[in-house]
């Protein structure tokens, strides 16, 4: 079924043998004059809008009230003055210059926004301004200005390219817009200035073709075969060229194409005989004789490309003087656990057996719970890269690289964001300018905002990032700025000149800073100019709307229905949500919409000069180009269930293959920026090695700032990121943790590794051996078929034919899926399988055009995952608001492995809530997802044999560990009630029992200690995290528990509730949200625990005195156990006491409920005189 919603040229050609009957979106051949004069019609306003044939004859039937945007054909009857000229008197038709028209399709894309959806028209909308200080030169800026058009009649800008120069079809400068040329091309092929016909000679652009036509003599790749032109131009518009051919040796590299031949490293490669005697690799160090003499050849071997085989990344192993003690100590209290546990069942307090019963049952379940945290902890390592060696591979002048181009793949950057509100604009808008600063080449390199809330704050503040990169970038490039967002470098404290060689550097950094004091004072008076602007613009339509009321003869007491519209900066409706929501204007009903706002860069540097009002700094030798930005928001319509951020996610994957298929997606938080900015490369180092093609991901720790000194509710989760993850990363790899991963494209898209892995089977783990296990059908399809490399005719016909069931219906992205595959290999070397051949990524991009902006849209639109595996097996997984573990656990149960990448400078760094409160909420979301994981499919207990056993088991705590909360609660209260009841877990202290509990305290301290010493924590962090540890589980995680088991038992949803980004109120405290005291009922439980303790306790204490047989070892007993309750709630009880100074109620209500209390004991300590009993009162203890 095609697309209703792509009539802009959606859809594309199939590729290689795919079937012509598939059903297809249409697509216009790119350049042809159908594309250019038929399908296009231009507005009143001067637009031009393409559509396809239904939609142009259903638009013929308009009425008054239809505005100017519709295209409309108006037929004029033949009069004496009119008269339709015969097929032979028709002037010839000429196509335009194919690199003209692509470049200024270009320039037209980026300043045009497109709009559509289910059911919908893909509309372009011209942007003449995109914010109200819109003043920008940059050429790759949306709305970028420039010289007017010399038509008479026209006022649009006339064409240029990508590097801001004006294009010119005729020798005579004559400087003409995009519409314009297209219709004098289309008409009569002349210039409208000199009236010569336009030349369309080879030799004119020869300096453009230079590097392709060397492309072509080197025959790096084989021709492809039955290729269409179409899909030729797609393959180079995505940077990406494919090949079937298999690595060779050099040897026979050299023989097919024809270069001079190697014989030394024939002779390496082969071992084989050469001459006179055998070639053999020397064992010294030299080619000197063996006694030392000069029997030999002087010197070391020869490298042979010594930099090129150097590895790229390295694995290295924890001391063994660290990790050997360390499993030998988790051994030792494993054991003493089951003795302990043993001795436990089988000496039962006689006296109190509910006590002893719910002990045992607790302790047994925390004995489960360590194992299963401590089993996967017994393989950490580390690794390390080596940047310069990418460089050298990948950046370096070469024979297969002349002009010394990239040959990294290309990488898609994703940011989501969901509410303006809660996550501010400028939080936003910094990291974007950290991506776009980032250290990776340009024109490899894109960056798409998903704005889930459709809000024109959002877009307004992406323009103005946008405008202002083109200030902040150079900067970075010119000085080494480190980090790049520029909030967070203006405020690090020190010497800012510390490092910089530049004389200029002080004065720079002062107009950079002025600048973006600016740019933040324009960034947070968005929201009054954007309601200030609808105001002005709502309150003219009414006084339009009345005026027509009155010339109608209506009445004018009526209302008038004028909706309150959100207005953009060039006086049009913003299609997304309004300020005040309206049908299909509201957070739940809008279109889809695509803006670029930055165009691809040019392949080649565009290179500034001295400073100007435009630049501020002087920029000479300085790369000016940013890499493209794209603002997304996917359709949205009622009834339709849109999964949150999963759904988010998914759409910006569809919609980055169709524009720029990157073969690999790193995405981020909107409020977690790059601090280093080499961390791509870093994660390129592992996926570019060898044997990188069986990594799914590459995940990188996630560090924060704002955070208070004291860590007090263990925000910066450090034994997490520094202890589990890099456990993990010695098994199958670590889990995906939301953000800051880069992903490679097509493990997203449901395919198994390239290599099949190892079958991981309990027989195989505990007695060697390899389970047998049945060969059956992959149900993946494998990327070589969809390559038309497989010999069996009927099995690719049958799987190509399950690709609209699987991706959808857009010929366009299934043809991306093969080129991302091929584009993500490593280089070609010896023994390096499954790669590419170097200088294959070196290709410059086709311009791009409306009609893949237009396929762009119909992916986005909210009907496009009907029916296919979008969620289920391909791309983010729905049914769990922890959709990020969900994805990492399908990848590694398809064979996939990950890797933990730690790097010395912070790649990535973010926000984290410091209050209670939202600390507990955060906790609690993850804690649901957790347990909607147990219930579901996705628990380990059900993970295949691709996945390693102690992976498992990883990932079966994560389904398991909220659970633990109901058994801690009622742990937590059982020193209270020892100490009510006189009794204790065990019938008295003796050495036995003394002996079992030091020991399994110390080992616990022990291997802390050893944790710290391999993971580089501190003890303090490490504290923080077990009293955290039981504060969420005396508390969100069981709220997780019951909300789970709602869902699971009463098909109750669970509500989501975002995670806010806003700092405090105070703004001269960084930490203000740190004191501030939210209520929630999360705080019952463990404020219940405490006081029932403190009781306890005076109650226990009191008893004891005042007995005739004091019994002090119970009293020990029970008192400590409490006081360590108390210990690990602190941090808690101190988040309620807020900030000093400020006493917020519920310490009067805490002051009034301890003073009842001293007030009964003291009572019942000393009654009157005349009483009877324990104390006097007849009151008697339990």
């Given at each position: 079924?095609?697309?209703?919603?792509?009539?802009?040229?959606?859809?594309?050609?199939?590729?290689?043998n795919?079937?012509?009957?598939?059903?297809?979106?249409?697509?216009?051949?790119?350049?042809?004059?159908?594309?250019?004069?038929?399908?296009?019609?231009?507005?009143?306003?001067?637009?031009?809008?393409?559509v396809?044939?239904?939609?142009?004859?259903?638009?013929?039937?308009?009425?008054?009230e239809?505005?100017?945007?519709?295209?409309?054909?108006?037929?004029?009857?033949?009069?004496?003055?009119?008269?339709?000229?015969?097929?032979?008197?028709?002037?010839r038709?000429?196509?335009?210059?194919?690199l003209?028209?692509?470049?200024?399709?270009?320039?037209?894309?980026?300043?045009?926004m497109?709009?559509?959806?289910?059911?919908?028209?893909?509309?372009?909308?011209?942007?003449e301004?995109?914010t109200?200080?819109?003043?920008?030169?940059?050429?790759?800026?949306?709305?970028?200005?420039?010289?007017?058009?010399?038509?008479?009649?026209?006022d649009?800008?006339?064409?240029?390219d990508?590097?801001?120069e004006?294009?010119?079809?005729?020798?005579?400068?004559?400087?003409?817009?995009?519409?314009?040329?297209l219709?004098?091309?289309?008409?009569?092929?002349?210039?409208?200035?000199?009236?010569?016909?336009?030349?369309?000679d080879?030799d004119?652009h020869?300096?453009?073709?230079?590097h392709?036509?060397?492309?072509?003599?080197?025959k790096?790749?084989?021709?492809?075969?039955s290729?269409?032109?179409?899909?030729?131009?797609?393959?180079?518009?995505?940077?990406?060229?494919?090949?079937?051919?298999?690595?060779?040796l050099?040897?026979?590299?050299?023989r097919?194409?024809?270069?001079?031949?190697?014989?030394?490293?024939?002779?390496?490669?082969?071992?084989?005989?050469y001459?006179?005697?055998n070639?053999?690799?020397?064992?010294?160090?030299?080619?000197?004789?063996?006694?030392?003499?000069g029997?030999?050849?002087?010197?070391?071997?020869?490298?042979?490309?010594?930099k090129?085989r150097r590895?790229?990344?390295?694995?290295?192993?924890?001391?063994?003087?660290?990790i050997?003690?360390?499993?030998?100590?988790?051994?030792?209290?494993?054991?003493?656990?089951?003795?302990f546990l043993?001795?436990?069942?089988?000496?039962?307090?006689?006296?109190?057996?509910?006590?002893?019963?719910?002990?045992?049952?607790?302790?047994i379940?925390?004995?489960?719970?360590w194992i299963l945290?401590?089993?996967?902890?017994?393989?950490?390592?580390?690794?390390?890269t080596?940047?310069?060696?990418?460089?050298?591979?990948?950046?370096?002048?070469?024979?297969?690289?002349?002009?010394?181009?990239?040959?990294?793949?290309?990488?898609?950057?994703?940011?989501?964001?969901?509410?303006?509100?809660?996550?501010?604009?400028?939080?936003?808008?910094?990291?974007?300018?950290?991506?776009?600063?980032?250290?990776?080449?340009?024109?490899k390199?894109?960056?798409?905002?998903?704005?889930?809330?459709?809000?024109?704050?959002?877009?307004?503040?992406?323009?103005?990032?946008?405008?202002?990169?083109?200030?902040?970038?150079?900067?970075?490039?010119?000085?080494?700025?480190?980090?790049?967002?520029?909030e967070?470098?203006?405020?690090?404290?020190?010497?800012?000149?510390?490092?910089?060689?530049?004389?200029?550097?002080?004065?720079?950094?002062?107009?950079?800073?002025?600048?973006?004091?600016?740019?933040?004072?324009?960034?947070?008076?968005?929201?009054?100019?954007?309601?200030?602007?609808?105001?002005?613009?709502?309150?003219?339509?009414?006084?339009?709307?009345?005026?027509?009321?009155?010339?109608?003869?209506?009445?004018?007491s009526?209302?008038?229905?004028?909706?309150?519209a959100?207005?953009?900066?060039?006086?049009?409706?913003?299609?997304?949500?309004?300020?005040?929501?309206?049908?299909?204007?509201?957070?739940?009903?809008?279109?889809?919409?695509?803006?670029?706002?930055?165009a691809?860069?040019?392949?080649?540097?565009l290179?500034g000069?001295?400073?100007?009002?435009?630049?501020l700094?002087?920029?000479?030798?300085?790369?000016?180009?940013?890499?493209?930005?794209?603002?997304?928001?996917?359709?949205?319509?009622?009834?339709?269930?849109?999964?949150?951020?999963?759904?988010?996610?998914n759409?910006?994957?569809?919609?980055?293959?169709?524009?720029?298929?990157g073969?690999?997606?790193?995405?981020?938080?909107?409020?977690?920026?790059?601090?280093?900015?080499?961390?791509?490369?870093?994660?390129?180092?592992?996926?570019?090695?060898?044997?990188g093609d069986?990594?799914?991901?590459?995940?990188?720790?996630?560090?924060?700032?704002?955070?208070?000194?004291?860590d007090r509710?263990?925000?910066?989760?450090?034994v997490?990121?520094?202890?589990?993850?890099?456990?993990?990363?010695?098994?199958?790899?670590?889990?995906y943790?939301?953000?800051?991963?880069?992903?490679?494209?097509?493990?997203?898209y449901?395919?198994?590794?390239?290599?099949?892995?190892?079958?991981?089977?309990?027989?195989?783990?505990?007695?060697?051996?390899?389970?047998?296990?049945?060969?059956?059908?992959k149900?993946?399809?494998?990327?070589?078929?969809?390559?038309?490399?497989?010999?069996?005719?009927?099995?690719?016909?049958?799987?190509?034919?399950?690709?609209?069931k699987?991706?959808?219906d857009?010929?366009?992205?299934?043809?991306?899926?093969?080129?991302?595959?091929?584009?993500?290999?490593p280089l070609?070397?010896?023994?390096v399988?499954?790669s590419?051949?170097a200088?294959?990524?070196?290709?410059?991009?086709?311009?791009?055009?409306?009609?893949?902006?237009?396929?762009?849209?119909?992916?986005?639109?909210?009907?496009?995952e009907?029916?296919?595996e979008?969620?289920?097996?391909?791309?983010w997984?729905?049914?769990?608001?922890?959709?990020?573990?969900?994805?990492?656990?399908?990848?590694?149960?398809?064979?996939?492995?990950?890797?933990?990448?730690?790097?010395?400078?912070?790649?990535?760094?973010?926000?984290?809530?410091?209050?209670?409160?939202?600390?507990?909420?955060?906790?609690?979301?993850?804690?649901t997802?957790?347990?909607?994981?147990?219930?579901?499919?996705?628990n380990?207990?059900?993970?295949?044999?691709h996945?390693?056993?102690?992976?498992?088991?990883?990932?079966l705590?994560?389904?398991?560990?909220?659970?633990?909360?109901?058994?801690?609660?009622?742990?937590?209260f059982?020193?209270?009630?020892?100490?009510?009841?006189?009794?204790?877990?065990?019938?008295?202290?003796?050495?036995?029992?003394?002996?079992?509990?030091?020991?399994?305290?110390?080992?616990?301290?022990?291997?802390?200690?050893?944790e710290?010493?391999w993971?580089?924590?501190?003890?303090?962090?490490?504290?923080?995290?077990?009293?955290?540890?039981?504060?969420?589980?005396?508390?969100?995680?069981?709220?997780?528990?019951?909300?789970?088991?709602?869902?699971?038992?009463?098909?109750?949803?669970?509500?989501?509730t975002?995670?806010?980004?806003?700092?405090?109120?105070?703004?001269?405290?960084?930490?203000?949200e740190?004191?501030?005291?939210?209520?929630?009922?999360?705080?019952?439980?463990?404020?219940?625990?405490?006081?029932?303790?403190?009781?306890?306790?005076?109650?226990?204490?009191?008893?004891?005195?005042?007995?005739?047989?004091?019994?002090?070892?119970?009293?020990?007993?029970?008192?400590?156990?409490?006081?360590?309750?108390?210990?690990?709630?602190?941090p808690?009880?101190k988040?309620?006491?807020?900030?000093?100074?400020?006493?917020?109620?519920?310490?009067?209500?805490?002051?009034g409920?301890?003073a009842?209390?001293?007030s009964?004991l003291?009572?019942?300590?000393?009654?009157p005189?005349d009483?009877?009993?324990?104390?006097?009162?007849?009151?008697?203890?339990?």
């Amino acid at each position: 079924m095609a697309s209703p919603g792509s009539v802009l040229g959606a859809g594309g050609k199939s590729f290689r043998n795919l079937s012509s009957a598939q059903s297809q979106s249409p697509r216009i051949k790119r350049g042809s004059p159908s594309s250019l004069g038929n399908s296009t019609r231009r507005t009143m306003s001067g637009r031009y809008v393409s559509v396809s044939r239904d939609d142009h004859d259903a638009s013929i039937e308009l009425t008054d009230e239809v505005s100017s945007d519709f295209p409309y054909t108006v037929h004029m009857p033949p009069t004496p003055d009119h008269q339709p000229m015969s097929i032979g008197d028709q002037p010839r038709v000429m196509a335009p210059d194919p690199l003209i028209a692509g470049k200024a399709e270009q320039q037209y894309v980026s300043n045009t926004m497109f709009t559509g959806g289910f059911n919908a028209v893909t509309r372009a909308h011209a942007m003449e301004k995109v914010t109200d200080y819109d003043d920008s030169t940059h050429p790759q800026m949306a709305g970028s200005r420039g010289g007017t058009c010399q038509m008479e009649g026209c006022d649009g800008r006339i064409m240029r390219d990508e590097r801001g120069e004006d294009l010119l079809p005729c020798e005579c400068a004559f400087k003409i817009c995009r519409d314009c040329y297209l219709d004098t091309t289309a008409a009569s092929g002349r210039c409208p200035g000199c009236k010569e016909q336009y030349n369309r000679d080879d030799d004119l652009h020869e300096d453009d073709h230079d590097h392709d036509d060397h492309m072509e003599e080197r025959k790096a790749l084989p021709p492809p075969t039955s290729h269409a032109d179409d899909d030729s131009k797609m393959e180079r518009r995505l940077s990406l060229l494919r090949s079937t051919k298999p690595s060779l040796l050099m040897s026979q590299q050299h023989r097919t194409s024809g270069e001079s031949f190697d014989h030394a490293r024939w002779l390496y490669e082969t071992k084989g005989t050469y001459g006179y005697g055998n070639a053999v690799w020397p064992k010294d160090d030299s080619y000197l004789g063996a006694d030392g003499g000069g029997g030999g050849m002087r010197g070391p071997p020869p490298s042979f490309n010594e930099k090129a085989r150097r590895p790229l990344c390295r694995k290295v192993q924890v001391p063994a003087g660290i990790i050997s003690p360390y499993r030998f100590l988790a051994l030792l209290r494993l054991v003493v656990l089951g003795f302990f546990l043993y001795w436990r069942v089988t000496n039962p307090n006689r006296n109190a057996m509910w006590l002893w019963g719910m002990s045992i049952v607790c302790e047994i379940w925390f004995a489960f719970s360590w194992i299963l945290d401590q089993l996967p902890k017994l393989c950490p390592v580390n690794r390390q890269t080596d940047l310069q060696v990418l460089q050298d591979k990948f950046e370096r002048v070469s024979p297969d690289n002349p002009l010394g181009r990239s040959d990294l793949p290309g990488i898609d950057v994703f940011v989501s964001t969901a509410d303006a509100e809660k996550e501010p604009p400028l939080v936003t808008a910094n990291t974007i300018l950290s991506i776009l600063a980032a250290e990776y080449p340009l024109e490899k390199l894109a960056c798409y905002l998903s704005d889930d809330g459709g809000a024109l704050l959002t877009f307004e503040a992406l323009a103005e990032a946008a405008s202002f990169a083109r200030v902040w970038v150079p900067f970075c490039r010119k000085h080494t700025i480190e980090p790049r967002n520029p909030e967070s470098y203006f405020l690090i404290r020190g010497d800012p000149t510390k490092g910089k060689v530049r004389a200029d550097f002080v004065k720079d950094r002062r107009r950079v800073k002025r600048e973006y004091d600016e740019f933040k004072v324009r960034i947070n008076g968005l929201p009054d100019s954007i309601r200030r602007r609808s105001d002005a613009y709502n309150a003219h339509e009414e006084i339009r709307a009345k005026r027509s009321q009155i010339e109608t003869g209506a009445n004018p007491s009526d209302p008038l229905n004028v909706p309150k519209a959100t207005w953009m900066a060039d006086g049009s409706h913003w299609p997304g949500t309004w300020v005040t929501s309206t049908k299909e204007h509201s957070r739940g009903d809008h279109p889809g919409i695509i803006q670029v706002m930055l165009a691809p860069p040019s392949p080649e540097p565009l290179t500034g000069g001295p400073a100007d009002d435009e630049t501020l700094i002087d920029t000479t030798d300085i790369d000016l180009r940013l890499p493209m930005l794209v603002y997304v928001s996917r359709e949205k319509r009622p009834g339709y269930d849109h999964n949150k951020k999963a759904g988010a996610m998914n759409a910006l994957v569809r919609t980055s293959a169709i524009m720029s298929n990157g073969p690999f997606i790193l995405n981020l938080d909107c409020d977690h920026y790059i601090y280093n900015s080499k961390a791509m490369r870093e994660a390129m180092c592992f996926m570019m090695d060898r044997g990188g093609d069986r990594i799914c991901y590459v995940q990188f720790p996630q560090r924060f700032e704002g955070v208070d000194p004291s860590d007090r509710y263990a925000n910066r989760n450090t034994v997490f990121f520094d202890v589990n993850m890099r456990a993990l990363d010695g098994l199958q790899g670590p889990m995906y943790v939301g953000t800051g991963c880069v992903f490679r494209r097509i493990a997203l898209y449901g395919f198994d590794p390239p290599r099949p892995a190892k079958q991981h089977t309990c027989w195989g783990f505990c007695c060697g051996g390899r389970k047998k296990i049945a060969s059956k059908k992959k149900r993946e399809m494998d990327v070589t078929t969809m390559n038309g490399a497989s010999s069996d005719d009927d099995m690719d016909t049958e799987a190509r034919g399950l690709l609209p069931k699987q991706y959808g219906d857009s010929m366009a992205f299934i043809a991306s899926i093969p080129i991302a595959e091929f584009a993500g290999r490593p280089l070609a070397d010896q023994g390096v399988p499954n790669s590419r051949p170097a200088g294959a990524l070196t290709v410059p991009r086709e311009p791009l055009d409306s009609q893949t902006v237009a396929e762009a849209i119909s992916v986005i639109s909210c009907f496009f995952e009907d029916k296919t595996e979008w969620g289920q097996r391909v791309g983010w997984i729905y049914g769990s608001v922890t959709e990020d573990v969900v994805t990492g656990f399908r990848m590694h149960n398809r064979g996939w492995r990950s890797i933990y990448c730690v790097t010395k400078r912070d790649a990535f760094r973010g926000t984290a809530p410091i209050n209670l409160t939202d600390r507990l909420h955060q906790v609690l979301r993850w804690a649901t997802g957790s347990v909607e994981i147990f219930f579901s499919r996705n628990n380990a207990i059900f993970a295949n044999s691709h996945m390693k056993i102690l992976q498992r088991v990883a990932y079966l705590n994560v389904g398991v560990y909220p659970f633990t909360s109901v058994f801690l609660i009622v742990y937590c209260f059982l020193p209270a009630m020892s100490l009510f009841s006189g009794e204790f877990i065990v019938s008295s202290l003796n050495v036995t029992f003394l002996v079992y509990l030091l020991v399994i305290s110390v080992t616990l301290c022990l291997l802390a200690i050893l944790e710290v010493k391999w993971s580089g924590i501190t003890l303090e962090e490490w504290w923080r995290n077990e009293q955290f540890w039981v504060i969420g589980g005396t508390s969100a995680h069981l709220a997780a528990v019951l909300q789970g088991l709602l869902k699971v038992v009463a098909g109750v949803d669970i509500s989501f509730t975002l995670t806010s980004k806003a700092g405090g109120e105070d703004e001269n405290d960084e930490f203000a949200e740190l004191y501030a005291v939210k209520w929630s009922a999360l705080m019952i439980p463990p404020i219940t625990i405490m006081l029932v303790n403190l009781i306890a306790i005076a109650v226990a204490v009191s008893r004891t005195l005042y007995s005739s047989i004091p019994q002090w070892s119970r009293l020990v007993g029970g008192v400590f156990f409490s006081i360590w309750v108390l210990t690990h709630l602190y941090p808690f009880a101190k988040g309620l006491m807020g900030r000093r100074g400020r006493t917020p109620t519920i310490v009067f209500v805490w002051s009034g409920l301890l003073a009842i209390v001293i007030s009964l004991l003291w009572v019942t300590i000393s009654p009157p005189a005349d009483s009877t009993g324990l104390g006097g009162t007849g009151f008697q203890f339990p």
